[in-house]
């Protein structure tokens, strides 16, 4: 980069300030980083966080069958809702081609269950046998998170009292 | 690149170009390592219907755990099998369930009414006494396919 000294003040300077398109370049930077995680049509679900899963890494595959479970109740195939009476019959269409039969429940952690039941109901009249509950693995360092359902978040795994 | 500036004295006005490139390499090496986290979760097993009309086979050897929600929004209660189980004995009691068992299945029973995540935590416990085979049952499956 060569710095050039104009000592003559009656030119036009006609050079690029190249501040602004630094600006620029930086607030396009900040939106990707917020946008990216909400690109891969998928519904927002709060998973349940767990101790030992099991890594599945066909679960990101853009064919396989998810099922999300949102914490007011409604369920949606993929990225679209649907009713329960829809779900089996849609969901054996998407696994007519697939070799691996296996559908991933992605259930809110706070979903109530019989939902989760009638969905997996639904599921069984189109033939699907196994099913994948989708977690969150727990990190180590924080400690386990209390048996939900207790009125006040206690640290020991004893119940009641 | 270049720039000229029209600065009177001899001073230049011009900005370092050179930092704003090295937090940018930095940037960009930050977005290079970190990666999206592997989707990780539970496998279970749904029990199917039967194909032909049979009486259902009461197997001694099948184990339930039943998660029955109290009322009032207390903590769950734990069943195995008919007997009460406090929570702390959940784990040690499934290990020597299944200690002496070649084929470990599991089934879980839970009220509709609890969270999900309770029911997430107890596949994780069977999944902790090395069961392989957890099932659900469903309202369905309870009232007999």
Redesign the interface.
């Known amino acids: 980069?060569?710095?050039?000294?104009?000592d003559?003040?009656k030119?036009v300077?006609s050079?690029i300030n190249?501040?602004p398109m630094?600006d620029v370049m930086l607030v396009l930077?900040i939106i990707f980083m917020v946008v990216t995680p909400m690109l891969n049509n998928k519904v927002n679900v709060d998973l349940?966080?767990?101790?030992?899963?099991?890594?599945?890494?066909d679960?990101?595959h853009q064919d396989s069958v998810k099922v999300s479970?949102t914490r007011d109740g409604k369920v949606y195939l993929g990225a679209t809702q649907i009713s329960l009476a829809d779900l089996g019959p849609k969901a054996q269409d998407l696994l007519q081609n697939k070799p691996d039969k296996?559908v991933?429940i992605r259930?809110?952690?706070?979903?109530?269950?019989?939902i989760?039941?009638?969905a997996?109901?639904n599921?069984?009249t189109a033939?699907?046998?196994?099913?994948?509950?989708?977690?969150?693995?727990i990190r180590q360092s924080a400690p386990p998170p209390p048996?939900?359902?207790?009125?006040n978040p206690a640290t020991s795994?004893?119940?009641?009292s | 690149m270049s720039m000229s500036t029209g600065g009177v004295g001899g001073l230049s006005s011009a900005p370092n170009v050179t930092p704003l490139i090295d937090v940018l390499l930095v940037l960009l090496i930050i977005f290079m390592v970190i990666r999206p986290p592997n989707p990780s979760g539970l496998n279970a097993l749904v029990p199917q219907p039967p194909k032909k009309p049979q009486n259902q086979q009461q197997n001694d050897r099948t184990i339930v755990v039943q998660v029955t929600s109290r009322s009032g929004g207390g903590q769950p209660g734990y069943k195995i099998n008919q007997t009460d189980v406090p929570y702390g004995q959940l784990l040690p009691q499934l290990e020597s369930i299944y200690a002496t068992r070649a084929t470990k299945v599991l089934f879980i029973k839970g009220d509709p009414n609890l969270n999900f995540a309770v029911i997430a935590n107890v596949i994780d416990i069977g999944k902790q006494a090395s069961v392989d085979h957890i099932g659900i049952i469903t309202p369905k499956i309870a009232a007999g396919q």
């Open positions: 980069m060569g710095i050039v000294k104009r003559e003040g030119k300077n050079d190249v501040t630094v930077l349940a966080k767990v101790l030992n899963p099991t890594t599945m890494p679960a990101d479970i296996t991933y259930s809110d952690a706070r979903a109530r269950y019989g989760v039941m009638d997996i109901d599921l069984r033939g699907v046998d196994q099913v994948a509950f989708l977690t969150k693995p048996v939900p359902g207790a009125k795994h004893t119940p009641g």
